[in-house]
């Protein structure tokens, strides 16, 4: 099955290019590689707002990483025009905003991680670095960024 074919399976329809919130581009290309600025986590068209381990769930953080990883396929799109394109999804690193003793993050960025793997099978297979932050950007609970080769 095409990446097309999953995500119309999976019923996902992908955004554009989102606009940087500060001086910085939504990507970046070196070579095959492809970098993508960190994506924060959003519901509704606003910042999804929260501290995993007290206003947030583990599977709350996972239903959020997901949707970054969404937003992250958008841009990915936007930047190679098309994901048949990709070689291979190299790397995620994923903040999660979090309780100091929250210790699920890498549970939470598997929210991200399970769909990159579905939609791309063995070549959306990836390394992963996941650790707990502070604080993120509009106080939202994730932001992931993203590390592909592209043909």
């Not at 097309?4 to 970046?28: C, D, N, S």
């Not at 929250?102 to 991680?113: D, K, P, R």
Request: proline letters at 4%; glycine letters at 10%.
């Amino acid at each position: 099955m095409s990446v097309y074919q999953t995500l119309e399976a999976l019923q996902i329809r992908l955004p554009g290019v989102r606009q940087p919130a500060a001086a910085y581009v939504p990507y970046a290309m070196a070579g095959k590689l492809i970098f993508l600025s960190g994506h924060t986590a959003r519901k509704n068209g606003q910042p999804w707002v929260g501290k995993l381990g007290v206003s947030l769930t583990t599977e709350e953080g996972q239903a959020a990483a997901r949707s970054v990883a969404i937003d992250l396929l958008g841009t990915l799109q936007g930047a190679v025009g098309d994901l048949n394109r990709i070689a291979r999804i190299v790397k995620l690193t994923s903040l999660v905003n979090s309780a100091p003793d929250f210790t699920e993050h890498h549970l939470v960025s598997n929210g991200a991680s399970a769909l990159i793997a579905q939609v791309f099978g063995a070549q959306g297979e990836h390394a992963r670095s996941a650790f707990g932050v502070a604080q993120i950007p509009h106080g939202a609970c994730i932001e992931i960024e993203l590390i592909a080769e592209i043909v």
